[in-house]
């Protein structure tokens, strides 16, 4: 039995987030150009030293400890949640091998350009479907953003084969959907999936026996913060 006291718990300290690899390399660019302004025109050498701080804050990916339990479906985004309303199921992720016909109560997260940006996936299991879709840059925020932004349909079925699908649009700044798993992939809950470029939401499709564990107005974190509860299930626990 481990001895949670004081005296033989591990010390815990704070540390900046990671910069995710996908960051990197637009962190160095401003960071270049900060560095040539100095000696070609310095006057703007301040203002590119702070573009360049915000692209790595743009880009941190910090650690996240996710509930875990077969009844839990988390958050996907950090953001705040805008919209809870049942709406018809995309046609991409519609169909009986999928979400089915029926309408779905909607989650949609919006994040701003302060968020952090790498998407998670709400359960863990089997990914059977990424489908891209280009389109327009509206404002995420937006509802027909659903139906006309460039956007990514990502469905997931879990170990009780439930099916969970969730969208990442891009916004009105957000001009990349990136990607980090391809169907047949298996995934742990609140495992990285993708990211979406400077402000985005993303949308999550719940089950009709999931009963909806957020607001309006809430703020959600990837990875964390319970989005939803399947109905007449127990938690299991909480991993890292």
Known sequence: MIDPSPATAPAVKWRFPDIHPEGRKYALIAGAVAFLSFFVWDTLTWPLIGLTAWVALFFRDPVRVTPQGDDLIVAPADGLITMIERVPVPIELAGDRALGNAPLVRVSIFMSVFDVHINRTPIGGTIRQ?????????????????????????????????????????????????????????????????????????????????????ILGQRSVAGETVLARVQGKTPLGIAQ
């Open 130 to 214: 990424v489908i891209y879709i280009s389109g327009k840059f509206l404002n995420a925020d937006l509802d027909k953003a659903s139906d006309e932004n460039e956007r990514q349909h990502i469905l997931v079925e879990g170990r009780d084969g439930r099916l969970i699908g969730f969208t990442q649009i891009a916004g009105l700044v957000a001009r990349r959907i990136v990607g980090f798993v391809k169907p047949g992939d298996m995934v742990a809950s609140g495992q990285r999936i993708g990211l979406i470029r400077f402000g985005s939401r993303v949308d999550v499709y719940l089950p009709d026996d999931c009963a909806c564990q957020v």
